[in-house]
T-cell receptor, first 113, second 118 residues
């Protein structure tokens, strides 16, 4: 197992365009989390899945954001009509329910110009 | 809601010396986990050390140890024999032991950038 994989590593997009990120968790992990990290800040929780069910969404996740985890494996995070304020690093993490620790991916850095 | 505060934006330590990074947190819960994560320029969050609140003994992982003061809600990280590879952002994080809903999320501090000098 190669850990949590995120693609792409970097994404530059023009304001108003849609972008999609992908996260492949550790295969036996049933939970998957998305976090957003802006410069100089710690990561902030966006949403999480247990298997294919999206169980919680932060108020940070506006209507322009949508996340999916079909079949309880990989997950995608889509941002529609991107704004400059969406520029951040988007981190994915996975874990097993009932255990305390997470494994993080390397993140996708989004720049909206 | 839980909050995590790291009051040291930057710290510097000489190679082979010891440094302590501070973290305080606020919670009304009695059972939780605390973590220190390291984020090098490669960006991947790496777990350094973990502490369960019900355990009185401070966690230790090789050169890394914590000073967990539950009553004071303090959770500091001590790095002994600092190495150049320790240079990174360090984040303190809190997680409830409850495993339902957003209780399972991590709440992070704003981080401390550690520089290691020769």
């Amino acid at each position: 197992d190669t850990g949590v994989s995120q693609n792409p590593r970097h994404k530059i997009t023009k304001r108003g365009q849609n972008v999609t990120f992908r996260c492949d968790p550790i295969s036996e992990h049933n939970r998957l989390y998305w976090y957003r990290q802006t410069l100089g800040q710690g990561p902030e929780f966006l949403t999480y899945f247990q298997n294919e069910a999206q169980l919680e969404k932060s108020r940070l996740l506006s209507d322009r954001f949508s996340a999916e985890r079909p079949k309880g494996s990989f997950s995608t995070l889509e941002i529609q009509r991107t704004e400059q304020g969406d520029s951040a690093m988007y981190l994915c993490a996975s874990s097993l329910a009932g255990l305390g620790g997470y494994t993080f991916g390397s993140g996708t850095r989004l720049t909206v110009v | 809601a839980q909050t995590v505060t790291q009051s040291q934006p930057e710290m510097s330590v000489q190679e082979a010396e010891t440094v302590t990074l501070s973290c305080t947190y606020d919670t009304s819960e009695s059972d939780y986990y605390l973590f220190w994560y390291k984020q090098p320029p490669s960006r991947q969050m790496i777990l350094v050390i973990r502490q369960e609140a019900y355990k009185q003994q401070n966690a230790t992982e090789n050169r890394f140890s914590v000073n967990f003061q539950k009553a004071a809600k303090s959770f500091s990280l001590k790095i002994s024999d600092s190495q150049l590879g320790d240079a990174a952002m360090y984040f303190c994080a809190y997680r409830s032991r409850r495993d339902t809903g957003t209780a399972s999320k991590l709440t992070f501090g704003t981080g401390t950038r550690l520089q290691v000098t020769l």
